[in-house]
């Protein structure tokens, strides 16, 4: 499926980081961006209708940026959201 937003057209590349041979995607100027609203509309869209997502109950965000990107979408989808730590986080 094409979608009208590409958000990996907003999503700064940083080759060869943390080592040679790795690409770090840099979502902080994806969420920066102008487009970051309508992306996450997108997504809620995409998510709600007509899809295995359909009757989603609550939106699950893994640390760090799975706190940003799923606060986003459960505040577009009228849903509750739920922060998840790793294992082993120094946070309880």
């Not at 979608?3 to 590349?13: A, E, G, M």
């Not at 041979?21 to 209708?49: H, P, R, T």
């Not at 009757?55 to 986003?72: L, M, Y």
Request: proline share 5%; with cysteine; aromatic share 14%.
């Amino acid at each position: 499926m094409k979608h009208k937003y590409q958000p990996t057209k907003y999503i700064r590349t940083v080759p060869d980081y943390p080592v040679a041979g790795v690409n770090f995607y840099d979502m902080n100027s994806l969420f920066a961006s102008e487009m970051w609203g309508c992306i996450v509309e997108q997504m809620a869209k995409d998510m709600e209708y007509g899809s295995v997502f359909e009757h989603v109950t609550h939106i699950v965000g893994i640390e760090s940026r799975g706190f940003v990107v799923g606060q986003a979408l459960a505040s577009e989808m009228l849903k509750p959201f739920v922060m998840v730590r790793k294992a082993g986080s120094k946070y309880p």
